[in-house]
């Protein structure tokens, strides 16, 4: 056996773990800094509001798995479904 298979992977450093939070968090940033300098053609007012499309987003995740949750209680079923 060789050292090859013993040797942490890349996601399993905690160094490298950091920095790709790091470079996660820089291209959120310029996101934001870049809605406020590009000029977006807009359609109804309530895309003026700043950082409309990101909140929408986030809003829309948020909503998905909350029906996601309620969905898994109706649908679900018992441990033993497939062994009877």
């Known amino acids: 056996m060789s050292d ?3 040797k942490p992977g890349f996601f399993e450093k905690p160094e490298n773990i950091s920095m790709i939070l790091k470079v996660f968090y820089v291209i959120c940033v ?3 800094v870049a ?13 003026n ?3 409309f499309y990101a909140i929408y ?3 829309g995740c948020v ?6 949750k309620v969905m898994r209680k109706i649908l679900m079923r018992e441990e033993t479904y497939y062994d009877k």
């Open 35 to 47: 809605d406020f300098i590009v000029h977006r053609h807009i359609y109804h007012d309530w895309e």
């Open 30 to 32: 310029l996101l934001v």
């Open 49 to 51: 509001i700043p950082a």
């Open 4 to 6: 090859e298979h013993n």
């Open 57 to 59: 987003g986030f809003v």
């Open 63 to 68: 909503i998905l798995v909350l029906i996601a």
